[in-house]
Protein backbone atom coordinates (compact mmCIF):
# COMPACT_ATOMS: atom_id res chain seq x y z
CA UNK A 1 0.00 0.00 0.00
CA UNK A 2 1.61 3.77 -1.07
CA UNK A 3 1.20 6.93 0.75
CA UNK A 4 -1.41 8.99 0.08
CA UNK A 5 -1.26 12.56 -1.13
CA UNK A 6 -1.32 14.25 2.07
CA UNK A 7 2.02 11.48 3.26
CA UNK A 8 3.51 12.41 0.33
CA UNK A 9 3.40 15.84 0.21
CA UNK A 10 4.61 15.66 4.15
CA UNK A 11 7.42 13.47 3.08
CA UNK A 12 8.29 16.01 0.40
CA UNK A 13 8.05 18.75 2.64
CA UNK A 14 10.09 17.01 5.10
CA UNK A 15 12.83 16.00 2.53
CA UNK A 16 13.27 19.45 1.18
CA UNK A 17 13.55 20.84 5.01
CA UNK A 18 16.11 18.27 5.34
CA UNK A 19 18.60 18.75 1.93
CA UNK A 20 17.82 22.83 3.24
CA UNK A 21 19.34 21.82 6.47
CA UNK A 22 22.40 19.52 4.18
CA UNK A 23 23.06 22.67 1.79
CA UNK A 24 23.45 25.01 5.51
CA UNK A 25 25.79 22.62 6.77
CA UNK A 26 27.94 21.84 3.75
CA UNK A 27 28.30 25.96 3.64
CA UNK A 28 29.27 26.37 7.03
CA UNK A 29 31.57 23.31 6.43
CA UNK A 30 33.09 25.64 3.37
CA UNK A 31 33.08 28.85 5.52
CA UNK A 32 34.76 27.19 8.30
CA UNK A 33 37.53 25.20 6.58
CA UNK A 34 38.69 28.72 4.94
CA UNK A 35 38.39 29.93 8.32
CA UNK A 36 41.03 27.69 10.33
CA UNK A 37 42.99 27.19 6.62
CA UNK A 38 43.16 30.52 5.57
CA UNK A 39 42.55 32.75 8.84
CA UNK A 40 44.31 30.67 11.52
CA UNK A 41 40.96 31.59 13.63
CA UNK A 42 40.41 28.35 15.51
CA UNK A 43 37.75 30.14 17.37
CA UNK A 44 35.48 31.05 14.09
CA UNK A 45 36.48 27.21 13.31
CA UNK A 46 34.74 26.22 16.44
CA UNK A 47 31.95 28.03 16.14
CA UNK A 48 31.15 27.59 12.70
CA UNK A 49 31.09 23.93 13.97
CA UNK A 50 28.86 24.63 16.46
CA UNK A 51 26.36 25.94 14.30
CA UNK A 52 26.61 22.74 12.22
CA UNK A 53 25.66 20.90 15.49
CA UNK A 54 22.95 23.23 16.22
CA UNK A 55 21.29 23.03 12.30
CA UNK A 56 21.25 19.17 13.25
CA UNK A 57 20.23 19.17 16.72
CA UNK A 58 17.24 21.21 15.28
CA UNK A 59 16.12 18.72 12.78
CA UNK A 60 13.59 16.45 15.08
CA UNK A 61 11.33 19.84 16.01
CA UNK A 62 11.49 20.48 12.47
CA UNK A 63 10.50 17.74 11.14
CA UNK A 64 7.71 17.02 14.06
CA UNK A 65 6.23 20.28 12.76
CA UNK A 66 6.39 18.94 9.23
CA UNK A 67 4.86 15.14 9.90
CA UNK A 68 2.54 16.04 12.34
CA UNK A 69 -0.26 13.30 12.45
CA UNK A 70 1.95 11.26 9.42
CA UNK A 71 1.86 7.31 10.28
CA UNK A 72 3.97 4.59 8.62
CA UNK A 73 7.54 3.08 8.40
CA UNK A 74 9.02 5.32 6.10
CA UNK A 75 7.59 8.51 8.62
CA UNK A 76 8.79 6.33 11.72
CA UNK A 77 11.93 5.98 9.79
CA UNK A 78 12.77 9.31 9.02
CA UNK A 79 11.88 10.60 12.71
CA UNK A 80 14.03 8.39 13.59
CA UNK A 81 16.77 9.47 11.38
CA UNK A 82 16.49 12.95 12.35
CA UNK A 83 16.55 12.24 15.87
CA UNK A 84 20.19 10.38 15.49
CA UNK A 85 21.74 13.28 13.54
CA UNK A 86 20.51 15.21 17.12
CA UNK A 87 21.77 13.11 19.17
CA UNK A 88 24.88 12.53 17.52
CA UNK A 89 25.20 16.83 17.01
CA UNK A 90 24.34 16.76 21.22
CA UNK A 91 27.23 14.32 21.99
CA UNK A 92 29.67 16.47 20.22
CA UNK A 93 28.73 19.55 21.81
CA UNK A 94 28.43 18.36 25.17
CA UNK A 95 31.83 16.85 25.28
CA UNK A 96 33.42 19.69 23.79
CA UNK A 97 34.79 18.21 20.62
CA UNK A 98 35.28 20.15 17.65
CA UNK A 99 36.99 17.40 15.88
CA UNK A 100 34.09 15.52 16.43
CA UNK A 101 31.65 18.34 15.29
CA UNK A 102 33.52 17.96 12.06
CA UNK A 103 33.20 14.79 11.68
CA UNK A 104 30.09 14.32 12.31
CA UNK A 105 28.13 12.57 9.21
CA UNK A 106 31.25 11.48 7.83
CA UNK A 107 31.88 7.88 8.05
CA UNK A 108 35.64 6.76 8.41
CA UNK A 109 35.89 5.64 4.89
CA UNK A 110 34.64 8.91 3.49
CA UNK A 111 36.17 10.23 -0.09
CA UNK A 112 35.46 13.81 -0.49
CA UNK A 113 33.01 14.42 -2.79
CA UNK A 114 31.10 11.38 -1.89
CA UNK A 115 27.52 11.94 0.24
CA UNK A 116 28.04 12.97 3.95
CA UNK A 117 25.06 11.25 5.89
CA UNK A 118 22.16 14.06 5.49
CA UNK A 119 22.62 13.95 1.74
CA UNK A 120 22.50 10.25 1.86
CA UNK A 121 19.35 10.46 3.87
CA UNK A 122 17.73 12.98 1.56
CA UNK A 123 18.55 10.63 -1.34
CA UNK A 124 16.95 7.68 0.22
CA UNK A 125 13.87 9.18 1.28
CA UNK A 126 13.72 10.80 -1.64
CA UNK A 127 13.36 7.74 -3.59
CA UNK A 128 9.72 7.36 -1.51
CA UNK A 129 8.54 9.74 -3.41
Given at each position: ??????????????????????????????????????????????????????????????????????????FDDLRTELASFAARAGQAVKIGSVFYMA???????????????????????????
Amino acid sequence: MGMDTNDKGKLGLAVAMLRTAGEAIRDIEKRASATLHDQGDETGYRQLMREKCDILMGLPQAGQDILAGATGAAFDDLRTELASFAARAGQAVKIGSVFYMAALLYPDDYKAGDPNDVEEAVARFEEML
